[in-house]
């Protein structure tokens, strides 16, 4: 399989190139995993609210623009939110409020509403410096900055061939979904038994389909001549910008970190 049918973007589709475009991809990846480490592992939201605006500044500069980071946070935001909203009930501490059900009354505290706002801006700072990473680096780049740090081959075989595939199996799926309006289907409810049936359907079909394309594409792979590793290698020299860079968000890692335990938190 090339690689370079991967030649874009993970996530934003701004192709402008700007100081933080340009760093180079080990380093890029290497230093966000270290920053989001970082970034869970602090107690305190000054700290971690500097962290925040540190990475919009960067976002800004970067041209991504702030609405397609919000775009972003929605699609995440859901599933951790479940999680950040129960953390106030389910935490220890003094109540601050209750809230009485049939057969159980839910108790408030203060100490859990502080542990969700730590554990929602964690998450937020997380994902937008992830999100900051992919819309400035291509999959390819990516890809072999991961190899060039020595992350088990099989994650990045996976990675690649979940990446590549995707968006195939998405216009199988809207090609399946433009014949069934073609025969006059309209979705109507769940509750629908016609409308369950047709999409159990679509369901099952998709993965027959899937299954079959993903044989027919290993056969033509060993055909090829392929052995279960992808031939790349890193281009160019990591240089003296990327290792400036990197010493400044080791300083200012060092400065959250003061921040952090210097006894700037909300105690309650």
Same mark, same amino acid.
């Given at each position: 399989?090339?690689?370079?049918?991967?030649?874009?973007?993970?996530?934003?589709?701004?192709?402008?190139?700007?100081?933080?475009?340009?760093?180079?991809?080990?380093?890029?990846?290497?230093?966000?995993?270290?920053?989001?480490?970082?970034?869970?592992?602090?107690?305190?939201?000054?700290?971690?609210?500097?962290?925040?605006?540190?990475?919009?500044?960067?976002?800004?500069?970067?041209?991504?623009?702030?609405? &397609?980071?919000?775009r972003r *946070?929605?699609?995440?935001?859901?599933? =951790?939110?479940?999680? +950040?909203? %129960? @953390?106030?009930? /389910?935490?220890?501490?003094?109540?601050?409020?209750?809230?009485?059900?049939?057969?159980?009354?839910?108790?408030?505290?203060?100490?859990?509403? &502080?542990?969700?706002?730590? *554990?929602?801006?964690?998450?937020?700072? =997380?994902?937008?410096? +992830?999100? %900051? @990473?992919?819309? /400035?680096?291509?999959?390819?780049?990516?890809?072999?900055?991961?190899?060039?740090?020595?992350?088990?081959?099989?994650?990045?075989?996976?990675?690649?061939?979940t990446w590549?595939?995707?968006?195939?199996?998405?216009?199988?799926?809207?090609?399946?979904?433009?014949?069934?309006?073609?025969?006059?289907?309209?979705?109507?409810t769940i509750?629908?038994?016609?409308?369950?049936?047709?999409?159990?359907?679509?369901?099952?079909?998709?993965?027959?389909?899937?299954?079959?394309?993903?044989?027919?594409?290993?056969?033509?792979?060993?055909?090829?001549?392929?052995?279960?590793?992808?031939?790349?290698?890193?281009?160019?020299?990591?240089?003296?910008?990327?290792?400036?860079?990197?010493?400044?968000?080791?300083?200012?890692?060092?400065?959250?970190?003061?921040?952090?335990?210097?006894?700037?938190?909300?105690?309650?």
């Amino acid at each position: 399989m090339c690689t370079g049918s991967l030649e874009h973007s993970l996530s934003s589709s701004n192709s402008s190139k700007t100081f933080f475009h340009g760093l180079d991809s080990r380093v890029k990846l290497l230093t966000s995993i270290a920053f989001v480490v970082l970034v869970v592992s602090l107690q305190s939201l000054y700290s971690i609210a500097l962290a925040a605006l540190a990475i919009i500044l960067i976002i800004v500069l970067s041209g991504i623009g702030v609405r &397609y980071a919000i775009r972003r *946070l929605v699609w995440i935001l859901p599933f =951790s939110g479940t999680i +950040i909203l %129960l @953390v106030p009930f /389910t935490h220890g501490g003094e109540p601050l409020a209750a809230f009485s059900l049939p057969g159980i009354t839910l108790y408030v505290s203060g100490e859990g509403v &502080y542990r969700a706002l730590l *554990l929602g801006s964690r998450v937020i700072v =997380s994902v937008l410096t +992830i999100m %900051l @990473v992919t819309a /400035t680096t291509t999959s390819v780049e990516l890809l072999r900055a991961m190899r060039a740090l020595h992350v088990p081959v099989i994650f990045i075989r996976l990675t690649e061939f979940t990446w590549r595939y995707v968006f195939v199996l998405l216009d199988e799926l809207n090609r399946m979904h433009q014949a069934r309006r073609a025969r006059g289907f309209t979705l109507r409810t769940i509750w629908d038994s016609f409308s369950r049936k047709t999409l159990a359907e679509t369901i099952g079909m998709l993965f027959l389909r899937s299954l079959q394309r993903a044989e027919r594409v290993y056969q033509a792979m060993l055909a090829r001549g392929f052995t279960g590793e992808v031939k790349g290698r890193m281009d160019g020299q990591i240089r003296a910008v990327d290792y400036m860079w990197g010493l400044m968000l080791v300083l200012f890692s060092i400065l959250l970190l003061l921040i952090d335990r210097g006894g700037m938190t909300w105690n309650l």
